[in-house]
């Protein structure tokens, strides 16, 4: 626990935790809004061209149900993404401020540091979900009022919801401290995870749709595979029409995770440090 607390202490004594909070703040509005106008859109109509499959996968997605545990998830896209972000800086600031031979030196067995790192990122994971989970529930029976669908916080969907949206923080703030320990400069992790993160994942995405449309539908399924639809999946209300089931995004989610968590402790116990 000391050597959490010291990890922890780390990040308090740099700028960068509130600056990122700063930015997540705007972001997370931003999300709330989008789902919001999503919700109050409806579907489109049944002659309006929309493929069967697309059609009763929107149509799904639009019942209470769905609507409340998409809501009360809100900002865990750009939220997992600060998390993804400040777990690599736990890293890749031993680097760039030159503290990590330091580091190793007062604790040799770096298994025991790099299992520090992840708990310290795991804390930081729960902490971000905690905070836009309040926000959340504060915000959102609001808006479910407003769309006439009440607060849905008596459905259990909606608390699983809730927890998976906890379980894809903790596993996305692992990732991060095993990319960090993959990218040793703080910059390079910093703008390659964003990017991968951001564009990388549209890039993908649109690569698996021209594969579904063109190759054959059953590329559709894997799109799973992409980390942050995981995610998303995890925290689905109900089953939707052509998705996989929510475990399989939790599956996904949890393998790289503890790819992540393995290379990183083998990576940090044979690398040398200078």
Known sequence: MNLVRAELFKIRTTSLWWIMGLILVPLYAASVLLNWATASAGAPAADSGTPDTQQAQIEAALKPINVATNLYTSGQFMGVLIVLLLCAIIVTSEFFHLTATTTFLVTPRREAVILAKFGAAVIVGLA??????LLNLVFVPLILSSLDFGSQLGEPAVWRAIALNGLAFVLWAVLG???GVLIRSQIAATLTLAIL?????????LIF???????????ENLQVLIPTTASQLMISGTELPGNPPRWVGALVLIGYALVAGTLGTLITKKRDIT
């Not at 594969?211 to 054959?216: F, R, S």
Request: hydrophobic share 55%; aromatic share 18%.
């Open 177 to 179: 401290v095993g990319a």
């Open 128 to 133: 971000v979900w905690a905070v836009t989970t």
């Open 209 to 219: 749709f021209l594969l579904t449309e063109n190759v054959a539908r059953w590329f």
């Open 197 to 205: 993160y951001t564009v990388g994942t549209s890039a993908v995405g």
